[in-house]
């Protein structure tokens, strides 16, 4: 354990707050694919840093380090809120646009999957940070709108990839009763013109 802090204690807090700064930044615009990619890198430096966190602050160097990194509990909540609306936003377009062409849907998937891939590393590096730095808990706690807001954001993210799922499921459903529903409609003029033919020449015998 001391060896693992005495690594953590190599890292330079200007590093430190270069990197939380790229997740403040990083992804503000929707259509820069690199830029959420370069964000969730950033979240999940963050994250590798504080898993290795101790809850002790032994010198004054470990005091400045979690006062540092309490300052980061606004940036990945903020951070966190807008991969919730940037989620949401994208599946009420999803439902709004059914006629979407397949190159339309793909980019659509693409972009979703990078916002996921911001959302975990971020709620990860949260959730460290509220375990191992006190400071941290008691900025939420600060005031009643950011336990609010903290609370508001973690139910909206775990429902948008729950409906997600479910969204998921229903469409493979009804693909697949399109499906089944095509192929009986493709051998039902078969069976029809069949019976007629039976019956034409039922009555012709009968005649």
Same mark, same amino acid.
């Given at each position: 354990e001391s060896s693992s802090n005495n690594k953590k204690n190599q890292v330079k807090l200007s590093v430190l707050q270069a990197v939380r700064e790229q997740i403040l930044v990083g992804g503000t615009n929707n259509e820069d694919a690199s830029s959420l990619e370069c964000a969730s890198a950033a979240a999940e430096c963050l994250a590798l840093y504080l898993s290795g966190s101790s809850t002790s602050t032994v010198t004054l160097e470990?005091?400045?380090?979690?006062?540092?990194?309490?300052?980061?509990?606004?940036?990945?909540?903020?951070?966190?809120? $807008? &991969?919730g609306n940037h989620l949401q936003q994208g599946l009420i377009d999803s439902n709004n646009n059914n006629n979407q062409n397949n190159n339309s849907i793909g980019k659509n998937k693409k972009k979703e999957k990078q916002w996921y891939?911001?959302?975990?590393? &971020?709620?990860?590096?949260? &959730?460290?940070?509220?375990?191992?730095? !006190?400071?941290?808990l008691q900025q939420i706690n600060a005031s009643p709108e950011q336990k609010t807001l903290l609370v508001r954001v973690i139910l909206g993210i775990l429902?948008?990839?729950?409906?997600? $799922?479910?969204?998921? $499921?229903?469409?493979?459903?009804?693909?697949?009763?399109?499906?089944?529903?095509? $192929?009986?409609?493709?051998?039902? !003029?078969? %069976?029809?013109? %069949?019976?007629?033919?039976?019956?034409?020449?039922?009555?012709?015998?009968k005649t």
């Amino acid at each position: 354990e001391s060896s693992s802090n005495n690594k953590k204690n190599q890292v330079k807090l200007s590093v430190l707050q270069a990197v939380r700064e790229q997740i403040l930044v990083g992804g503000t615009n929707n259509e820069d694919a690199s830029s959420l990619e370069c964000a969730s890198a950033a979240a999940e430096c963050l994250a590798l840093y504080l898993s290795g966190s101790s809850t002790s602050t032994v010198t004054l160097e470990d005091t400045k380090r979690q006062e540092t990194t309490a300052s980061w509990t606004m940036v990945l909540l903020g951070r966190l809120e $807008s &991969c919730g609306n940037h989620l949401q936003q994208g599946l009420i377009d999803s439902n709004n646009n059914n006629n979407q062409n397949n190159n339309s849907i793909g980019k659509n998937k693409k972009k979703e999957k990078q916002w996921y891939a911001l959302t975990a590393p &971020c709620l990860h590096a949260l &959730c460290l940070l509220i375990e191992t730095n !006190p400071e941290a808990l008691q900025q939420i706690n600060a005031s009643p709108e950011q336990k609010t807001l903290l609370v508001r954001v973690i139910l909206g993210i775990l429902t948008t990839i729950a409906y997600s $799922s479910n969204s998921n $499921s229903s469409n493979t459903a009804a693909t697949s009763m399109e499906e089944t529903t095509e $192929s009986t409609a493709e051998a039902t !003029p078969a %069976n029809n013109s %069949n019976s007629k033919n039976n019956t034409i020449q039922f009555y012709q015998e009968k005649t």
